[in-house]
């Protein structure tokens, strides 16, 4: 089973602020099988990047994913309000066991 | 619009059992693979179980093997998990999602409390 481990645990940064969250992987992620999710409380997950760095339907230019094998980022350029939330790395590269890290909080500072 | 609508949670005691069921609409559902996944109260997410569009081809975690069964039903646009043997640590949100790879829609979930 691959662990994802995400990293900070909490990130505490301000409106207009870059943000960088971290996901890293106990080995190589295959084809960068890997994606990205926000999470609101009381809300469904929201798919954000695919295969790495791929924004899904409807998410904005600010949110981007880069990486590959064992170390992936996720960036949010300038955040707005409504960016404050969970998120969440999940590699999907082996149907026989998907995991998802542990999640990073991004609250306001 | 793509829509799917856990339903079947509830509160249980440990060792019981509870069928959920996820009905889709706004898409062909008999092409998807499709996916129960769960979240524990304040905890991150976890794949439970992951299903063919034909449902030849099934996967679940090692935390629900033997005790969940996933299914579906292509002709009524439904996705279930049969959960047998419940335990404590099976209370969570339940969510079901299409599966594309990663998980592009999901449910609004549904809450399974295993207590006595």
């Known amino acids: 089973e691959i662990v994802l481990t995400q990293s900070p645990g909490t990130l505490s940064l301000s409106p207009g602020e870059r943000a960088t969250l971290s996901c890293r992987a106990s080995q190589s992620v295959s084809s960068s099988y890997l994606a990205w999710y926000q999470q609101k409380p009381g809300q469904a997950p929201r798919l954000l990047i695919y295969g790495a760095s791929s924004r899904a339907t409807g998410i904005p230019d600010r949110f981007s994913g880069s990486g590959s094998g064992t170390d992936f980022t996720l960036t949010i350029s300038r955040l707005e309000p409504e960016d404050f939330a969970v998120y969440y790395c999940q590699q999907y590269g082996s149907s026989l066991s998907i995991t998802f890290g542990q999640g990073t909080r991004l609250e306001i500072k | 619009q793509v829509q799917l609508v856990e339903s079947g949670g509830g509160l249980v005691k440990p060792g019981g059992s509870l069928r959920l069921s996820c009905a889709a609409s706004?898409?062909?559902?008999?092409?998807?693979?499709m996916s129960w996944i769960r979240q524990a109260p304040g905890k991150g997410l976890e794949w439970v179980s992951y299903?063919?569009?034909?449902?030849?081809?099934?996967y679940y975690a090692d935390s629900v093997k033997g005790r969940f069964t996933i299914s579906r039903d292509n002709a009524k646009n439904s996705l279930y998990l049969q959960m047998n043997s419940l335990r404590a640590e099976d209370t969570a949100v339940y969510y079901c999602?299409?599966?594309?790879?990663?998980?592009?829609?999901w449910g609004q979930g549904t809450l399974v409390t295993v207590s006595s």
């Open positions: 299903i063919s569009s034909s449902g030849s081809t099934i």
């Open positions: 706004g898409f062909t559902f008999s092409d998807y693979y």
């Open positions: 999602a299409r599966s594309i790879g990663p998980f592009d829609y």
